[in-house]
């Protein structure tokens, strides 16, 4: 049965939940699950999800910036999970593509990541999907308590 992709929904959130846990062999804290709710009938933060046989296998987060890091309009890919079975099988890249497509529909013509150096196999992933350096510098700062 072929791929079924389209916006994630409330219902769905349970099964994104699944899939994150699977991923990253840990449970799902709250404040994940808030941060993916705001991802379901939002203007600028939109959310995918793939399905096979009637089963959630994938899904992918994605937000338009305005005004944000000296872009006047950029998107940007968040965050994007295929269930542990179903990766290498070209879900991860399907759900990229929609993104890409509602975001060019919105107007966005530069999509950006970010991905940690040392992980080869997302870093393929991106590359695969048209992702290129970029020049940006990601930097961080650690907040301490006093």
Request: net charge negative; glycine share 10%.
């Given at each position: ?23 990253t ?66 879900v ?6 929609v ?48």
């Amino acid at each position: 049965m072929p791929l079924n992709l389209r916006p994630m929904t409330h219902e769905d959130l349970g099964e994104v939940k699944r899939i994150q846990a699977r991923i990253t062999r840990q449970p799902v804290p709250q404040p994940w699950m808030d941060m993916l709710a705001e991802h379901v009938d939002k203007i600028y933060r939109l959310g995918f999800v793939a399905e096979e046989d009637g089963a959630l296998v994938g899904f992918i987060l994605g937000e338009i910036k305005i005004g944000g890091f000296g872009t006047e309009l950029s998107g940007w890919l968040e965050l994007v999970g295929v269930d542990p079975e179903h990766m290498g099988s070209g879900v991860g890249a399907a759900l990229a593509e929609v993104l890409f497509a509602a975001l060019l529909k919105r107007g966005v013509q530069k999509v950006y990541t970010a991905v940690r150096w040392d992980s080869g196999d997302m870093l393929a992933f991106f590359k695969k999907v048209g992702f290129d350096q970029s020049s940006f510098i990601n930097l961080r700062r650690m907040n301490q308590a006093d």
